[in-house]
């Protein structure tokens, strides 16, 4: 039989499956050790790899954490482009947002790993510069629901929108982490929203 067209290859399938025990056994010593107090050579040596392997799936160790900016930047332009015509800038921001979910793993839940955003200041940096990558990727498309002709570069309003609605995001993770996991983040992130656009 032959292979499916566009499946992959057994290399990659190597890589997938050495970049998730990677991220595993990170997040695990995360959440023992703190994030902050976990070294790279400690990930490495619990991974059963060398420092130099490690750096060969990451750029750092934020990236454990943060994932492959530029993957999750373009996967976040793709959803929002699926939205339909009709949805105004924050409805689709909105549905756009809430696809994003962060999923659980064996090594951290949501919460552990919103607990190590809050304590890391490098996370936070981060952090900060994928919401201004994501603003000048998501411009575009915001600019065409808000009726603007495109320019040379992003309007500002675009921005200001794109801005807005991520610092909502921020903090309707923020008291869900507060709230030990125990409030709903959509209905948060609407509520700041509405008091924003109120």
């Known amino acids: ?21 990677i991220t595993s056994t990170a997040l ?6 703190g994030y902050e107090a976990t070294t790279v050579d400690q990930i490495a040596a619990a991974a059963g790899i060398s420092r130099r392997s490690f750096f060969h799936y990451f750029g750092s160790k934020e990236d454990v954490v943060m994932g492959d900016l530029e993957a999750l930047g373009a996967r976040v332009r ?9 949805e105004t800038a924050w409805e689709a921001l909105r549905e756009t947002f809430i696809g994003l979910q962060e999923q659980a793993t ?3 839940t949501p919460l ?3 607990d190590m955003y809050a304590e890391a200041p490098s996370l936070r940096a981060r952090h900060l ?8 990727l998501l411009a ?7 009726g603007i002709e495109p320019g040379a570069t992003a309007d500002p309003r675009a921005r200001a929108v794109i801005a807005a609605a991520l610092a909502c995001l921020d903090v309707a993770v ?3 982490r507060q709230s030990g996991g125990t409030s709903d983040p959509v209905d948060l992130f609407d509520q700041a929203v509405d008091a924003l656009r109120a």
């Open 112 to 114: 552990q790993i919103a």
């Open 28 to 33: 695990r010593l995360f959440v023992e050790q």
């Open 106 to 108: 064996d090594a951290a």
């Open 78 to 86: 793709e959803t929002l482009e699926a939205r339909p015509a009709t």
């Open 129 to 136: 510069e994928k919401h201004l990558r994501w603003q000048e």
């Open 174 to 176: 923020e008291a869900w």
């Open 1 to 21: 039989m032959d292979p499916q067209p566009n499946a992959p290859t057994l290399r990659e399938r190597t890589r997938r499956a050495v970049h998730a025990e």
């Open 140 to 146: 575009p498309n915001i600019e065409r629901r808000l």
